[in-house]
Nanobody, 121 residues
Framework: VQLQASGGGLVQAGGSLTLACAAC????????MGWFRQAPGKEREFVAS???????HYADSVKGRFTVSKDNAKNTAYLQMTSLKPDDTRVYYC????????????????WGQGTLVTVSS
């Protein structure tokens, strides 16, 4: 199983970015997908997840600004981020779990390699 995250970069506060997570080696439609993020020296924290059936969950800190989605035909999950703040600066990781919602690190079976998002003030 491989998860390839992309789309990170430098953006000004108030701007938008869309991250993508391309998956291979798994039956994508049977996996819940999630996004986590991590700042240097801090724990990896939950951001958003989408279940096999399409239901979504968000951390309070991103609710209303971020949108998670998945395209089973493309084996890809997305995280649309709007109204970005400097505090959103983190390395973002995608995550996958079979038939589970990866809302906690302990529920994740597979991790992507991370993509850096930097929000300047």
């Amino acid at each position: 199983v491989q998860l390839q995250a992309s789309g990170g970069g430098l953006v000004q506060a108030g701007g938008s970015l869309t991250l993508a997570c391309a998956a291979c080696g798994l039956t994508f439609s049977r996996y819940g997908m999630g996004w986590f993020r991590q700042a240097p020296g801090k724990e990896r924290e939950f951001v958003a997840s989408i279940a096999v059936g399409g239901s979504t969950h968000y951390a309070d800190s991103v609710k209303g600004r971020f949108t998670v989605s998945k395209d089973n035909a493309k084996n890809t999950a997305y995280l649309q981020m709007t109204s970005l703040k400097p505090d959103d600066t983190r390395v973002y990781y995608c995550a996958a779990a079979p038939y589970r919602v990866p809302r906690d690190r302990d529920l994740v079976d597979h991790w992507g390699q991370g993509t850096l998002v930097t929000v300047s003030s």
